[in-house]
């Protein structure tokens, strides 16, 4: 009996060690298939990012940012760098064949991929390999050309308004008092594909208007127009805000530094001077007003929440101009602030804004 069950043991191992080799054989064979294929992939990549690379220094020489001679050295500079990859690269791939022929394994790692073969091995987690192991892993793919970047913006500063045919020195709103918050998130898009001199930004911002009254005086409707009247006693405070909800757009222009990698070719605008010019449109979120003020020696808050016939529909020009992040804004509201008012007044802003990109 015991003899039965050894020669059945013989008999189990060496089906099982006759799979193991046809396995192999077939895995081997599929990833050699896999690599060869590779080839052709590694060749095909590198012509397209030579085609863009002399696009971009096409389009350098036709902006007269470079030489005929420099768009030449340039081209050949490229064309070179190319083929030395691809010769790296096919070198890399045949390496790997002939380590997968000798050996049944290889772990590779020409992309951000990750195969391995083996038969009865361990991968780097301990688990045992009986073929082949696919793993996508989690790193995320490398845009080859990111044309579109987003980040946040701020800005703040003056706030104040301009009176139909007069100036801000007939403005009835204190000058340093008065003042304007912005915040919002923005996406820069390039437009020409071989020049980052011309970009479109664009986005949405919340807008906080404030103007505050001078010589004690707070807003009241009279005969549904919003004016302007001296409040009873002392004001301690006179505030009138208005939140909007803006969808700026601007072209924007200004140089860049250009950089390439096998991976990658990269427009970066940080450390140089740009320009921005375009508009806005939204609408009005709300508008309220803050009054402070004494009675009989106890302080009173009025929050007064109203419409006090202020637009709905809001729209203007708005422009930027500065050094990296850092930036002179300016905007101005082609509507008026008050509907059905006796003389328009508009909205004016000049502050500072940072793009945190």
Do not use: C
Not at 13 to 42: N, P, W
Not at 305 to 332: E, H, M, P, Q
């Amino acid at each position: 009996m015991k003899t039965i069950v050894t020669y059945l043991i013989v008999l189990l191992l060496t089906f099982f060690a006759h799979q193991a080799l046809a396995q192999e054989d077939g895995d081997t064979s599929y990833e050699i298939q896999r690599l060869e294929g590779k080839k052709e992939e590694v060749v095909q990549n590198e012509r397209e990012a030579l085609k863009i690379e002399v696009e971009e220094i096409n389009g350098r020489l036709r902006n007269k940012e470079i030489t005929k001679e420099e768009a030449g050295r340039l081209k050949k500079a490229a064309a070179e760098k190319r083929a030395k990859n691809i010769e790296n690269k096919l070198a890399i791939i045949e390496n790997s064949i002939q380590l997968l022929k000798r050996t049944g394994t290889t772990d590779l790692n020409l992309d951000t991929n990750s195969i391995e073969v083996a038969i009865g091995g361990k991968d780097e987690g301990g688990d045992v390999l009986f073929g082949v192991k696919y793993n996508s892993g989690n790193q995320k793919k490398v845009v080859f050309d990111k044309r579109t970047y987003s980040y946040p913006v701020v800005a703040i500063g003056l706030n104040n308004a301009l009176f139909e045919g007069g100036s801000l020195d007939d403005s009835p709103y204190k000058v340093g008092g008065s003042r304007f918050f912005e915040l919002g998130w923005v996406w820069r898009t390039r437009v020409f594909e071989n020049s980052n001199f011309l970009r479109l930004a664009y986005g949405a911002s919340l807008q906080f208007n404030g103007l505050k009254p001078e010589d004690n005086q707070y807003f009241v409707m009279q005969d549904g127009e919003a004016r302007l009247q001296e409040f009873e006693t002392d004001l301690k405070k006179s505030k009138f805000r208005m939140d909007n909800l803006v969808f700026p757009v601007h072209f924007e222009i200004g140089p860049s530094n250009f950089s390439s990698s096998d991976e990658k070719i990269r427009y970066d605008i940080h450390n140089k001077f740009r320009v921005g010019l375009g508009g806005y449109a939204g609408f009005n979120l709300g508008t309220r007003q803050k009054l402070k003020y004494e009675v009989d020696g106890e302080t009173v808050k009025d929050k007064l929440k109203r419409s006090y016939n202020t637009s709905n529909f809001i729209y203007g020009l708005s422009g930027y101009l500065g050094f990296d992040g850092v930036l002179l804004y300016a905007k101005y509201d082609l509507n008026p602030i008050f509907k059905d008012a006796s003389v328009d007044q508009h909205n004016i802003s000049l502050g500072l804004r940072f793009d945190l990109d």
